[in-house]
């Protein structure tokens, strides 16, 4: 534990020295506080943004909810589909080999490029932004649930047949566990997209959520506000994959060395 | 199912054209009988006719050049930087602990979310696009490098020196090829998500660009038939570009891990 103190003592200092440095260079004139707003700016931004809210009502809690709402909305959507679909297709090795070009297509198709074609089909809305996560989490997801279907250890089939396990049986008690692991990192990276996507999609035609938050701070020469949005997305994003990472652990205890596996 | 597993990588292909063949001819047919409304969601026959009509191919070209130029100038600076912190993080004990906790802090923030204080530090031109695709490169580039420059076998770093390789030959012969697997895998991430930055950074602020031509298109009520084209020609284009650089990755470690 002191060492772990001591270790992180260096890089600590050098943060607080380089944040000095910071909040001298503005209040000296070598950097311009609308582009890179002090320390003590940032702070008082903060307690704006939690208080009274930006714009005015909007608090950066409720901001947050937002985003959060809308991810969880099209990830749950798309890890409902994916997850089932992925696991039959993978199962039917025919099946599988007809769709890979179109899966691998459309997961190319980058995914805030059909912005402007949903918008013609939903409007701007909350279904916009939800179908647009849900498409970038779907494709990520389906072809992890796919690949960790099909690429179970083949030796491990071979014994449980051997063992007398066939057919659903099979699937259900030995491919299906083996699969999770490759499944959970889907659902990780799918996470990823969706939170990427978000961002961008609020950009456009909204003054509800995180990336509006920051977009609508640019607007009216609040960087301050930009920059602590930024850092609260940040934290969010951290906050999840810490999060999935120990949700892994905890329920998949067999599958704790993949990473040394794979190498 | 057996003897279908038997068949050849050839079949395989064949397979998946027929799949692809009746996609989009169920999408054209879904179109023609008017289950879906051609005017919100065409058919790619009536798409490329009305793209044909609306665009001229210089316009496609144009819009084409500038989408590749900034991605391509962007993702390669952002790779090459991320690179040489991550491995001099990895190296340099004294390095590392100062720019990793500064780049851990920043990592989890997407590169979409830079976008606003880009326009702030550069201005609405191409400066500020360059930077987000940059970032988007960046991050997973560094992470990789860190990482294997992490999980180099010690015994190999031993080895090189009793043959009397070290400081930076042994850095530069040794230690970045061990290393070279993991930050192939980090290139290829960056790629992808500097390509998906690319289209976002067009569709919200640019005058140029594939993301422009599509949301221009849809702002001035245009037809969906060219934001349909556009959205497939970008997907078609990151599916290349993703292609050509997994396969220039190959030969470049095939140098040294016969892969």
């Known amino acids: 534990m002191t060492r772990k103190l001591v270790q992180a003592l260096p890089p600590l200092a050098a943060f607080t020295v380089l944040l000095l ?17 002090p320390v003590s700016r940032i702070a ?12 005015t009502g909007v608090s950066i809690w409720s901001h947050a909810l937002t985003t959060i709402l809308r991810v969880l909305q099209g990830y749950g959507a798309a890890l409902a589909l ?3 679909l992925g696991l039959v297709i993978g199962a039917l090795p025919v099946v599988d080999k007809l769709t890979a070009p179109l899966i691998v297509f459309c997961r190319s198709v980058a995914t805030l490029s059909l912005l402007p074609l949903v918008i013609v089909w939903f409007g701007a809305g909350e279904l916009t932004k939800v179908f647009l996560i849900g498409y970038g989490c779907f494709w990520v997801m389906l072809s992890n649930v796919i690949a960790g279907v099909r690429y179970v250890d083949p030796t491990l089939v071979r014994a449980a047949r051997t063992f007398g396990l066939k057919g659903l049986e099979l699937y259900r008690s030995v491919v299906l566990p083996a699969a999770l692991p490759r499944i959970f990192a889907g659902a990780r990276m799918a996470l990823g997209v969706g939170f990427m996507v978000i961002v961008g999609a609020e950009m456009i035609g909204t003054i509800q959520g995180l990336g509006a938050l920051i977009m609508e701070a640019r607007t009216f020469y609040r960087s301050e506000i930009t920059i602590i949005g930024m850092l609260v997305i940040g934290l969010i994003g951290f906050a999840i994959s810490a999060g999935l990472m120990a949700l892994e652990r905890a329920m998949l205890p067999w599958a704790g060395d993949l990473d040394r596996v794979r190498r | 199912m057996k003897p279908l597993s038997r068949l050849s990588a050839a079949s395989d292909l064949t397979l998946g054209l027929i799949g692809a063949f009746l996609a989009v001819a169920a999408w054209e047919i879904s179109a023609r009988t008017g289950l879906v409304d051609p005017a919100i969601f065409p058919s790619p026959s009536l798409a490329i006719r009305a793209a044909a009509e609306r665009l001229t191919a210089e316009t496609v070209a144009d819009n ?36 990793r906790p500064l780049i851990e802090l920043l990592r989890p923030i997407p590169p979409l979310a830079w976008i606003p204080l880009a326009i702030i530090w550069f201005g609405l031109g191409e400066p500020s696009k360059f930077f987000i695709i940059f970032l988007g490169a960046f991050f997973p580039v560094v992470t990789a490098a860190y990482q294997g420059m992490r999980s180099i076998d010690p015994m190999l770093l031993k080895a090189a020196q009793t043959f009397g390789l070290s400081g930076v030959p042994l850095l530069l012969r040794v230690a970045v090829p061990a290393a070279a697997p993991d930050l192939a895998t980090g290139v290829r991430i960056g790629w992808g998500l500097s390509f998906g930055v690319l289209v ?15 949301i221009n298109e849809r702002n ?10 556009g959205i497939l020609l970008i997907g078609a284009l990151n599916l290349i570009t993703d292609a050509a650089i997994g396969a220039a990755i190959k030969r470049w470690i095939g140098r040294w891990h016969g892969a």
């Open chain 1, 82 to 84: 994916a997850i089932p």
């Open chain 1, 21 to 37: 440095l910071w909040e001298a260079g503005v209040r000296y004139g070598f950097l311009k506080p609308y582009q890179f707003p």
């Open chain 1, 44 to 55: 008082r931004g903060f307690v704006e943004l939690s208080t009274t809210g930006f714009p």
């Open chain 2, 200 to 214: 976002a950074a067009e569709l919200i602020a640019a005058d140029r660009g594939l993301g422009y031509m599509i």
């Open chain 2, 64 to 99: 084409l050049f500038w989408s590749l130029l900034r991605v391509f100038s962007g993702f390669l600076l952002g790779a090459l930087a991320g690179a040489a912190v991550g491995i001099a993080a990895g190296w340099y004990r004294g390095f590392g602990a100062l720019a």
């Open chain 2, 220 to 229: 001035t009520g245009g037809s969906v038939g060219v934001i349909v084209v």
